[in-house]
């Protein structure tokens, strides 16, 4: 039972800090993000804004936007812990002139090709 309790699922991926991370995971991640966000932005640019449903698409917006940043965040620790650093680093996405070329790093960057100090594969939780 404890074992399927440590299985990957879609709430470990986006809202966990957890185990490790690999490029394909990890960019596929970032792309559903990217998918949601630009759905949410654009049911929003699309509504007049005397219609009664604005308030409703700005939230969902907003709802949106909070929860792919936090699901970056984890994600990204995820990627970092894959290649075998600290999930600290994921602090750099905030930084303008840098996020860019961590991001790139991240989705470039090899997995450590054994186990390590934050899981036994990539793609898992740590058990």
Sequence with gaps: ??????????????????GRAGRQTFILGWLFWLMMNSFALAKLT????DDDLLPLYQLVFVISMGLSIVSAVMMSI?????MNMPGLIALTLFIPAVSMLVLFLLC???SARRA????????????
Excluded: I
Excluded at 4 to 18: E, M, N, Q, Y
Excluded at 78 to 82: A, G, I, S
Excluded at 116 to 127: H, K, M, V
């Design 78 to 82: 995820k990627r970092l812990h894959d």
């Design 108 to 110: 470039m960057w090899p």
């Design 1 to 18: 039972m404890l074992a399927a309790a440590r299985r990957p699922t879609v709430s470990w991926l986006f809202f966990s800090p957890s």
């Design 46 to 49: 699309l509504v007049p804004e």
């Design 116 to 127: 390590n100090a934050y899981g036994e594969t990539t793609d898992w939780p740590r058990l």
